[in-house]
């Protein structure tokens, strides 16, 4: 313990932050790098059977007959390309990335190492146990799971299991910052760690809606044939509402670790600095308050939710947008710094002075570029009367793969291409094919995207539908449908030079010339940030309340009024 003498008489004991040892970051490197590989290896997965869908719906070729008897039906395939994308490839990414970010951003071990290797071994075990059921063609209830619609018990668990591992890493963080805390009672805490902290006591909010679906609605019944009891159904509405409790703000889960990057990182990558870390943080603070109450703006089509309640959520959609224009000024701002530093001159030439020769940086600043896209569609699904002309057409594919396919998978791509050289002490296998990787998938998505947004716009086109079987499939369509090909050939390009870039980076033996450092952009105002932006109560219990507010109500009826009438059903 160190003893510091503060002005009169009054002495402060401090007590040293245990020391970060090499070996303890083999530790965290591995841990990080396992679930990296995971999560791509789920992608590569859930991508090959994207490309499936999109030769399908564009009526180029139905590969799924020639899948049997692995991949029975095109629903199959689906729900094995939502889960595997939406759900597996984010969480084991954000979670390696965390945990490696984290530790190195408050330069303090964790408090309990074994947590995470604890909790990556519960979520490849929940990973495993809901992939039996998907890949047995048990499970082919989409995404959204949505009863009466239901699947095999082991899905169920499995989701439970991978839910609860990525819990504990939040754990692991929460009483790692906590005694961080206690060993350095008025320091800021470094806003990488805390940013991370923030997004998982979110995801932590988050989670509670879909755990409370899964454990007292969609288990029980999915339980009730194995062990012999009767059902005791569900009601698809209160199902639906716990289930978007959690749907939007998984949106903000796969955001926000971009978030950390774009802010903390990406300037230092392109010579600059962070424009404003109190801005940065305050975006964080105010994406845990609002992040959860929003999910009626997925229900508008709904006639059991009130319009108020619609309305209210209508409300805290618009709000959680404006964090996001925060980001977009902050963060321009930062990169204009380093802009500037590198030569850059005028009001838009300085853009070209950018680091766009290297593909890290380039593929995350591209994957912003389409977020700004992303973003404009989000305030369109969220508006109360807009929202009905798009609502379960084409259009929402479109939407999210402009945020969760673009905005964060090109992010993710990015962050690979410094952080696996990093992890594995080799070089990345050719930086020029990465940089093309980039650009494809950056064009790849602008043609798949815009095509599914105009189908959805302009033709009502349906979502969630082996359109190329459907007996109302229109000429009408054709450019479009084509538009849809030329991106889903640039992506297909893109993800193969992907996987390739990062097969060949593992198993080459070209270890690196220097040692790779984690990208740390410094803020541009030394200046600690206001006490307010440090502090966990005011937010957190705001997050609460807003949470009890906007749900408690609502559900307390719908749970009064429940009449279980829909029994489980497969219709596949």
Known sequence: MSVQAIPGTQLQVQTASPALTAEHLRQVDRIAGLNILVAILALSIGALLGVFQGLEHARVINIYPWLQPVIKTYYQGLTLHGALNAIVWTTFFICGFFTFAFVRSLNRPLKYLWMSWLAFGVMVLGLLTAAVPMLTNNASVLYTF?????????????????????????????????????????????????????TMVLWQIATLGVAAEILFILLPNALAPVLGFTAPGMDPLLSRTLFWWFGHPLVYFWLLPAYVSWYAMLP????????????????????????????????????????????????????????????????????????????????????????????????????????????????????????MATHNTMWVPGHFHLTVGSATTMTFFGISYWLVPKLTGRKLFTPKLALAQAWTWFFGMLFFANAYHILGLLFSVPRRTMLGSAPYYSSQWTPQMIESVVGLAFLTISATLFFAIMLFTVLLPRKLDKPIEMPVAQPLDPTPAPKWLDTWWPWLNGAIALVILSYGPMLFQLIRDAENWSRGIRVW
């Open 146 to 198: 949505y009863p009466p619609m239901l699947a095999d018990w082991a899905f169920y668990v499995g989701l439970t299991l991978l839910v609860v591992g990525s819990w504990i890493v939040g754990y692991s963080m929460y009483f790692t910052y906590y005694a961080w805390r206690k060993e350095n009672p008025e320091k800021r805490a470094p806003f990488i760690a805390l940013a991370a902290t923030i």
């Open 268 to 387: 230092a990558q392109t010579n600059g600095k962070m424009f404003s870390e109190p801005l940065a943080r305050l975006v964080f603070w105010l994406f845990l308050l609002f992040s959860t109450p929003v999910g009626f703006h997925h229900q508008y089509a709904d006639p059991g939710i009130p319009e108020i309640w619609k309305y209210i959520h209508m409300i805290f959609t618009f709000g959680v947008g404006f964090p996001s224009l925060i980001t977009a000024f902050t963060v321009v701002a930062s990169l204009e710094i380093g802009a500037r530093a590198r030569g850059g001159k005028g009001y838009l030439h300085w853009i070209t002075r950018l680091n766009w020769g290297d593909p890290s940086y380039a593929a995350q600043n591209l994957a912003m570029i389409l977020f700004i896209f992303g973003g404009i569609g989000g305030i369109i699904n969220a508006s109360y009367n807009v929202n």
